[in-house]
Nanobody
C-alpha cells in the first residue's frame, strides 16, 4: 500500500508561481513512476505531468508545457510540480498518483495505482 500526501496549493494571482509537493510512504518510492493530474469543477480529470522512477523521462500536457516542471527526490520520497506563469485556467484540485510500472509515464488515470487526496490551486485574474 502506498500513501500519498500533497501540499503546496493555495491562491495565487495570474502570472504567479506555486510549487506542489507530494510525499509518499508505504513502499519503495523509487520503484514507481509518478504523475500529477488535475480536475476543475465540472470537468474531467486530466493529466498534467509525469515522471519515471529515476526522473530520466518526463511527459507534459500541451497546456502546461514550458510553464510547469515535474521533478522528484527519491531520497525524500517526494515528487514536485513547479508551476510558473499560472493562468486562471490552471485552477483545479491537483492530485499526485503513483504507477507501479516504474519505466513508463502513463497519461491515463486508470494506469495509476494510488492517489493522493488532492490540493486546491486557485489562480485569480
Amino acid at each position: 500500500q502506498v500513501q500519498l500526501v500533497e501540499s503546496g496549493g493555495g491562491l495565487v494571482q495570474a502570472g504567479g508561481s506555486l510549487r506542489l509537493s507530494c510525499v509518499a510512504s508505504g513502499h519503495t518510492f523509487s520503484s514507481y513512476a509518478m504523475g500529477w493530474f488535475r480536475q476543475a469543477p465540472g470537468k474531467e480529470r486530466e493529466f498534467v505531468a509525469g515522471i519515471t522512477w529515476s526522473g530520466g523521462s518526463t511527459v507534459y500536457a500541451d497546456s502546461v508545457k514550458g510553464r510547469f516542471a515535474i521533478s522528484r527526490d527519491n531520497a525524500k520520497n517526494t515528487v514536485y510540480l513547479q508551476m510558473n506563469s499560472l493562468k486562471p485556467d490552471d485552477t483545479a484540485v491537483y492530485y499526485c498518483a503513483a504507477d507501479l510500472t516504474p519505466l513508463r509515464v502513463a497519461i491515463f488515470g486508470s494506469d495509476y495505482d494510488y492517489w493522493g487526496q488532492g490540493t486546491q490551486v486557485t489562480v485569480s485574474s
